[in-house]
């Protein structure tokens, strides 16, 4: 007799074969991009060569507070480009931020929208600029290419080097009322231009630091580990993990060095490039999870989810996984003991960063919930190599129980 969860793994399979050919042929816009200190003034400059008289800028009041905006503005108005600030913008953003932004941007009547912020700010601008010129609810956006009219144009200043989303075609959206997220999916939502500018990260705190830049290496991780990974997805995630791991250790002890926080946002934009192409998988699906319920900031549940997923999907994805370990400077021994050696650098970072290895927020109450969310998310979005089922889910998650039992 056969398992019922073989016939629905065949059945997965299919849609992910489905969606590797798709992506094949479909195009994947990438944003015009300024890189180095100071870019992202060059970047105000480019907004008024093309012509936006009246702009919003998309914030949190952190930023704000601190004046890092400052430079920002005041070239922007060097260069006549009227704008107006949304600073409401919090981690996670939900539908009443989105519609709040879009409310001040029919007021202010914007043409285009400026997003300073981090992987929140970005995806809170995405959905304002698809919103706002296809006039339909943001439930009704969610899903995959929903978004039919042009959004308005969107320009895109990164200042954590973590989520990619200045170069992807996805924005995350948290509900309340269901303490889920879900994700609008469409090429159109790729910001028109984005600036790397790693001078504006220098005043980042270790934790954010560790928490973003483990988020850029999990993209990369699950991108290249992905059924649906392609050559030039390979490419680019080699390229950001090499990059963190040369780097991420750095910037997290010295956050001042320039060049290092450079490193790292290029890092994350070529991580991006990857996994908007590829796809992520189970520690992703499992992070929305936690950040769904219990609001856990998306890097770090990448980072306590990571090691664990890595230990389950091991046997599938050996010689990938000695790839990962010889572009992270571990090059000796056969495949298998580099697969391990990859893995143990995963967790001897987590530890380096004080990432801890439980949830505190976790209850055991919870865990059939969080793995079939995490599971219907997976199952039907992302090609991961190995599949689990619900009880397998359930004893990963039991693993970060703060007291297990």
Excluded: W
């Excluded at 907004?47 to 936006?52: C, F, S």
């Excluded at 919103?131 to 954590?160: H, Y």
């Excluded at 290496?217 to 490419?235: C, K």
């Excluded at 950001?240 to 910037?251: E, F, V, Y």
């Amino acid at each position: 007799m056969i398992d019922p969860f073989t016939i629905k793994k065949a059945g997965y399979k299919g849609i992910q074969r489905a969606m590797k050919a798709v992506a094949s042929v479909l195009p994947f816009p990438q944003p015009t991009l300024f890189t180095g200190p100071g870019s992202s003034l060059e970047l105000c400059d480019a907004i008024a060569q093309h012509d936006e008289r009246k702009i919003l800028i998309i914030t949190d009041k952190t930023l704000l507070e601190i004046g890092l905006l400052q430079q920002i503005e005041e070239r922007l108005q060097h260069n006549g480009v009227s704008y107006s600030v949304f600073d409401g913008v919090l981690p996670d953003p939900t539908f009443a931020e989105i519609e709040a932004a879009l409310a001040k941007l029919d007021a202010e009547r914007c043409e285009g929208v400026l997003a300073v912020g981090g992987g929140s700010v970005i995806d809170c601008a995405k959905v304002v600029c698809a919103a706002a010129t296809n006039r339909k609810s943001i439930q009704r956006l969610s899903g995959m290419f929903k978004v039919f009219k042009a959004p308005l144009p969107l320009f895109a200043v990164p200042t954590t080097a973590g989520t990619g989303s200045e170069v992807t075609l996805a924005a995350v959206v948290s509900d309340p009322a269901t303490q889920r997220k879900f994700s609008i999916l469409d090429p159109k939502l790729t910001p028109l231009m984005a600036a790397l500018d790693g001078a504006l990260m220098t005043g980042l705190p270790p934790a954010i630091t560790a928490a973003t830049g483990m988020d850029a290496l999990t993209h990369a991780i699950e991108a290249y580990l992905s059924r649906n990974a392609f050559d030039d997805t390979d490419r680019h995630a080699l390229a950001a993990t090499r990059l963190i791991m040369d780097n991420l250790p750095a910037a997290y002890a010295d956050g001042r060095n320039a060049e290092t926080r450079q490193q790292m946002a290029q890092a994350s934009y070529y991580a991006g490039l990857a996994f908007t192409k590829a796809g992520v998988g189970y520690v992703h699906a499992i992070a929305h999870a936690f950040g769904g319920r219990y609001h856990t900031p998306h890097g770090l549940a990448n980072a306590i989810v990571l090691p664990h997923v890595l230990d389950f999907s091991r046997d599938a994805v050996v010689p990938r996984l000695a790839k990962l370990a010889e572009v992270s400077g571990l090059e000796t021994g056969d495949d298998a003991s580099r697969a391990d050696a990859f893995i143990a650098r995963v967790r001897e970072l987590c530890q380096r960063f004080a990432i801890p290895e439980t949830l505190d927020a976790l209850r055991a109450a919870d865990i059939p919930a969080l793995a079939r969310g995490a599971l219907k998310e997976a199952h039907l979005t992302y090609a991961v190599p190995k599949y689990m089922d619900q009880p397998t889910c359930e004893r990963l998650i039991r693993r970060m129980l703060p007291n297990p039992r």
